[in-house]
Every structure is written in structure tokens, then in C-alpha cells.
């Protein structure tokens, strides 16, 4: 806890004092003296998003494709940030959807059996929307609403 209060300190710190090249360096310090808890990748993203004022997308990118390598990469809310950094970061459809599909299925590849990613693929992908339940009830995952009874309602749409 310790440890998080003094990174966003920190942090306050150098965004007050537009300080940006000290802040990438101190959350850089850290991600390697800790690469294998998701805190500092939770932080690391959130710095570079939120606190540096205007998101640089190809370091927010790097980030997260340097976390999909590291131990921490089964922390299911570090890829739910990543498929829904890549759906609103990509200006073209066609990308848009391409990107965050392979997002879901490396997510898949760490966390089989996380169904709230099937769910924000659903949501943020929804031309893939069969693909998505026939891995769910390969994993052996339920849906509470029977696929047909979705279906219906989007017919009536």
C-alpha cells in the first residue's frame, strides 16, 4: 500500500511540474524491479494515459505488449484495459475489430477461464458474437440467456 501511495505521489508530483521524462523513467525503474506483479503495469498504463495529458497510443501499446510477455500477464483486468485500449484506439472499423480480436484470443491463451473477456468481446466485437459462444461452451463456460433467445431479440431489432 505503501508502495502505491508513493508511486502516485510521485506521479502527482511530476504531471504538476509537467515533469514527464521523470515520471516515464521512475514507472520504467519500477516495472523492471517488479515485473511480475500487475500494481506496476496497472500504474505504469494509468500514468501514461490518464496522467501525462494526451495518451502517446504507441507508448500506451508498448506497455501493454511488454505486460503480455511478463509474469503478470495473467491478471485478467490488465487485458480488459488492453481490448478496450485497442477498440478505442484504432480509428478504422475493420482494424478496430481485427485488433481487438487478436487481443481476446491472447487473452484467451493466458486466461481461458476468465468469462468476462468472452463477454467484452461480445460487447466490443459484436460481428464475432458466434465465434465467442462456441469457444465459451467449448471451455464449458454458461451464458445465463439461451444463444437463440439473443438472437431473436436482435432479429426484432
Request: glycine fraction near 2%.
Amino acid at each position: 500500500c505503501v508502495y502505491v501511495c508513493m508511486c502516485a505521489w510521485l506521479a502527482g508530483l511530476c504531471t504538476r511540474f509537467r515533469a514527464t521524462a521523470l515520471l516515464r523513467r521512475n514507472v520504467d525503474t519500477i516495472l523492471k524491479s517488479d515485473p511480475d506483479s500487475p500494481v506496476p503495469w496497472l500504474f505504469a498504463v494509468y500514468s501514461e494515459a490518464v496522467l501525462l495529458h494526451g495518451c502517446s497510443v504507441p507508448r500506451v501499446r508498448s506497455l501493454f505488449e511488454r505486460f503480455s510477455q511478463s509474469r503478470a500477464r495473467t491478471c485478467v483486468l490488465l487485458w480488459r484495459m488492453f481490448l478496450e485500449f485497442e477498440h478505442v484506439s484504432v480509428s478504422r472499423e475493420d482494424d478496430r475489430e481485427r485488433q481487438t480480436r487478436n487481443v481476446f484470443f491472447r487473452a484467451m491463451q493466458v486466461c481461458p477461464s476468465a468469462k468476462i473477456l468472452y463477454l467484452d468481446a461480445v460487447r466490443l466485437a459484436p460481428r464475432h458474437f458466434v465465434e465467442v459462444v462456441d469457444l465459451l461452451q467449448e471451455k464449458e463456460l454458461h451464458l445465463r440467456t439461451p444463444v437463440e433467445e439473443i438472437e431473436e431479440e436482435e432479429e426484432e431489432e
